[in-house]
């Protein structure tokens, strides 16, 4: 598997967490889905979420069987789809947006082999700076792998928390951008407490790699953001944001704005 390549698109979030790190301040990642509420809410959303102060957008490709969410980005998706959301429309959603943060398409891998051979070049024509794919673990799939490593877009792996330390460093090694680390085993969804044992966890993944850590998976309040935020480079909220979208973009500003002054606190 070769590593990601240096290009325009994928280095917009590495120049996001230098600018972070030059201020001492820490990333705030938000998680939508791509057509929720409906298409027109969500392109006002997206620009709810830059003005509140997010960092990166995770663009969530509504897919049928995400599995690994929970039921509110698993609703979320599901009424995407009803609105007729596909991989080309999400392209057309982040063009439209042209934001001025990094955008990460955040997704399983079917529908993006369906989008085709040139599906990950369009998405970094379209805006997008990186990927996460969520059920693609380094080496169960080597060519695709490949083909995601050497795209245009930051390739962002997943750890979880049960991951030995040697994994941890195979998996870093494999991707670029920031490693997303799940703070907890399960599905995503609100929580009212981090696991205790997190802490000790990103010390771990600290100690191989020098990509950014961004912590999410249960992240919901501002209280929590800034715990999070003391011991990683950043946090990843995602169906908190996603339950204020369904309430509106005044919501979605709130809450960004809230979880962005835990940060800077």
Request: proline content about 6%; charged content about 20%.
């Amino acid at each position: 598997m070769a590593s990601p390549p240096a290009t325009t698109s994928s280095n917009a979030i590495a120049r996001r967490f230098d600018a972070l790190h030059r201020e001492s301040r820490r990333g705030l990642v938000c998680y939508v889905t791509a057509g929720h509420p409906d298409v027109s809410r969500s392109l006002e959303t997206l620009h709810a979420l830059q003005e509140g102060g997010a960092d990166i957008v995770e663009l969530g490709v509504p897919f049928s069987d995400p599995i690994a969410d929970g039921p509110i980005i698993q609703a979320s998706s599901q009424r995407a789809l009803e609105n007729g959301m596909t991989y080309d429309r999400v392209l057309d959603l982040v063009e439209r947006a042209k934001l001025t943060i990094p955008v990460v398409l955040f997704s399983y891998l079917n529908p993006i082999l369906a989008a085709g051979e040139r599906a990950l070049t369009r998405a970094a024509d379209s805006g997008a700076s990186g990927i996460l794919i969520t059920d693609v673990p380094v080496g169960a799939d080597p060519k695709r792998e490949e083909w995601l490593g050497n795209s245009p877009l930051a390739f962002i792996r997943l750890v979880a928390p049960t991951t030995p330390r040697d994994r941890m460093a195979e998996i870093a090694r494999h991707g670029s951008g920031f490693v997303y680390l799940i703070s907890r085993l399960g599905v995503t969804g609100l929580q009212e407490s981090t696991a205790a044992s997190l802490p000790e966890t990103i010390s771990r993944l600290r100690s191989t790699t020098a990509l950014p850590i961004c912590v999410g998976f249960g992240i919901s309040t501002p209280a929590q953001a800034r715990k999070v935020g003391m011991l990683a480079d950043g946090v990843v909220v995602g169906s908190a944001i996603v339950r204020a979208a369904e309430e509106g973009t005044e919501a979605v500003l709130a809450l960004t704005r809230s979880l962005r002054e835990a940060l800077d606190a």
